[in-house]
């Protein structure tokens, strides 16, 4: 049955972790996604899970490895700098590869930063973050009802493919609220895990989880499979919307908070005759590249819009390699831009005056 209500993106974070079988939550308070555990504290007992405050940052997603590591669902919350100090637990869950799932509802920066809402973690989620060779599936939602249903697929990814999996909001869209439609996952299947470590009852072998490689060559081994599983990530789990870009002239490219943002301005500029689209990617990894190639081999101008000082455009122009100008729009210091700034970005970038 589905039922329609009014919900915070934050509660909505929570309440559709739960709903895709999220039972174990780990989370430390910091602004501003403080609503997901104390929502998280309300609810998991309600439905027989079990919420924990940890003493830390890093304490959480250490715990998320070892709930992870005996076959569970379980995931932990967190802002841009709560992010920085789970890198090493990230890594190691990555290098052990266990199914979680991460949440940044992230700030602006760096360091302590602000609280206001930003996009300057997409590096941190996106490039690893923490130390080797790893990849984390990231999720970047746009609205609340996109929160809800993509915290149904990052579990389902996480679990697919044995990797953690990040759920980038910004501020903005954790604090903000909108109408959702909450439907109950019927016959809700969580994959068998014979790999995890629940001891060696019936028969079952020993399951040994770690990320350790001492011997050069069964680390390489180790890292030679992650990286064929990463390939297999890329090609077939990218997601992106576009909006009127097969007639444009000039595509907007944006995600999250900015994407809502480019709609409205991209609006206003159609109604000065200029032919303008957008794409937003949604996954941010792995990123929609041959889609943004084919683009600009179709002769499409670009504009990058981002709360950031320009992390994202670095991929697009990747992605473009060269085959069309690519120009970026930023705001900084954890801004929102507005309509009338992004609607001028884009009749810049129309004569050429962009910043490339």
């Given at each position: 049955?589905?039922?329609?209500?009014?919900?915070?993106?934050?509660?909505?974070?929570?309440e559709?972790?739960?709903?895709?079988?999220?039972?174990?939550?780990?989370?430390?308070?910091?602004?501003?996604?403080?609503?997901?555990?104390?929502?998280m504290?309300?609810r998991?007992?309600?439905?027989?899970?079990?919420?924990?405050?940890?003493?830390?940052?890093?304490?959480?997603?250490?715990?998320v490895?070892?709930?992870?590591?005996?076959?569970?669902?379980?995931?932990?919350?967190?802002?841009?700098?709560?992010?920085?100090?789970?890198?090493?637990?990230?890594?190691?869950?990555?290098?052990a590869?266990?199914?979680?799932v991460?949440?940044?509802?992230?700030?602006?920066?760096?360091?302590?930063?602000?609280?206001s809402?930003?996009?300057?973690?997409?590096?941190?989620?996106?490039?690893?973050?923490?130390?080797?060779?790893?990849?984390?599936v990231?999720?970047?939602?746009?609205?609340?009802?996109?929160?809800?249903?993509?915290?149904?697929?990052?579990?389902?990814?996480?679990d697919?493919?044995?990797?953690?999996v990040v759920?980038?909001?910004?501020?903005?869209?954790?604090?903000?609220?909108?109408?959702?439609?909450?439907?109950?996952?019927?016959?809700?299947?969580?994959?068998?895990?014979?790999?995890?470590?629940?001891?060696?009852m019936?028969?079952?072998?020993?399951?040994?989880?770690?990320?350790?490689?001492?011997?050069?060559?069964?680390?390489?081994?180790?890292?030679?499979r992650?990286?064929k599983?990463?390939?297999?990530?890329?090609?077939?789990?990218?997601?992106?919307?576009?909006?009127?870009?097969?007639?444009?002239?000039?595509?907007?490219?944006?995600y999250?908070?900015?994407?809502?943002?480019a709609?409205?301005?991209?609006?206003?500029?159609?109604?000065?005759?200029?032919?303008?689209?957008?794409?937003?990617?949604?996954?941010?990894?792995?990123?929609?590249?041959?889609q943004?190639?084919?683009?600009?081999?179709?002769g499409k101008?670009?504009?990058?819009?981002?709360?950031?000082?320009?992390?994202?455009?670095?991929?697009?122009?990747?992605?473009?390699?060269?085959?069309?100008?690519v120009?970026?729009?930023?705001?900084?210091?954890?801004?929102?831009?507005?309509?009338?700034?992004?609607?001028?970005?884009?009749?810049?970038?129309?004569?050429?005056?962009?910043?490339?």
């Amino acid at each position: 049955m589905a039922e329609r209500v009014m919900m915070k993106g934050n509660e909505a974070i929570a309440e559709g972790a739960i709903r895709a079988g999220c039972r174990f939550f780990f989370g430390y308070p910091i602004t501003p996604q403080n609503e997901v555990p104390e929502y998280m504290s309300r609810r998991m007992p309600e439905v027989g899970g079990t919420f924990i405050q940890a003493e830390s940052e890093v304490s959480a997603i250490n715990m998320v490895y070892g709930a992870a590591g005996a076959g569970v669902r379980a995931m932990t919350s967190s802002s841009s700098p709560g992010g920085s100090l789970k890198m090493e637990g990230i890594s190691y869950a990555a290098g052990a590869e266990l199914p979680c799932v991460i949440v940044n509802v992230s700030r602006g920066g760096p360091g302590l930063g602000g609280l206001s809402p930003s996009q300057s973690d997409y590096f941190q989620a996106t490039k690893g973050g923490g130390h080797g060779d790893y990849r984390l599936v990231v999720f970047a939602p746009a609205s609340v009802q996109e929160i809800i249903d993509l915290m149904y697929l990052a579990f389902v990814t996480a679990d697919k493919y044995r990797n953690p999996v990040v759920v980038l909001a910004d501020g903005l869209l954790g604090q903000m609220m909108e109408p959702v439609t909450l439907t109950e996952v019927e016959d809700l299947q969580i994959p068998a895990k014979p790999w995890a470590t629940t001891g060696m009852m019936n028969g079952k072998p020993q399951s040994v989880i770690n990320s350790l490689g001492l011997i050069g060559e069964e680390l390489e081994k180790i890292n030679a499979r992650l990286q064929k599983k990463y390939r297999e990530i890329e090609a077939n789990e990218v997601r992106f919307e576009e909006e009127g870009t097969e007639e444009a002239d000039l595509v907007v490219v944006a995600y999250g908070t900015s994407a809502r943002v480019a709609k409205s301005a991209i609006a206003k500029a159609k109604l000065a005759g200029k032919k303008v689209g957008l794409f937003r990617p949604i996954t941010l990894w792995p990123f929609p590249t041959k889609q943004l190639s084919e683009l600009g081999k179709a002769g499409k101008r670009f504009l990058v819009v981002e709360m950031s000082a320009g992390q994202m455009v670095e991929d697009v122009r990747l992605a473009v390699n060269g085959q069309a100008r690519v120009d970026f729009f930023g705001k900084l210091n954890g801004t929102i831009p507005s309509v009338n700034e992004v609607y001028d970005a884009i009749i810049k970038s129309f004569n050429g005056q962009g910043v490339a």
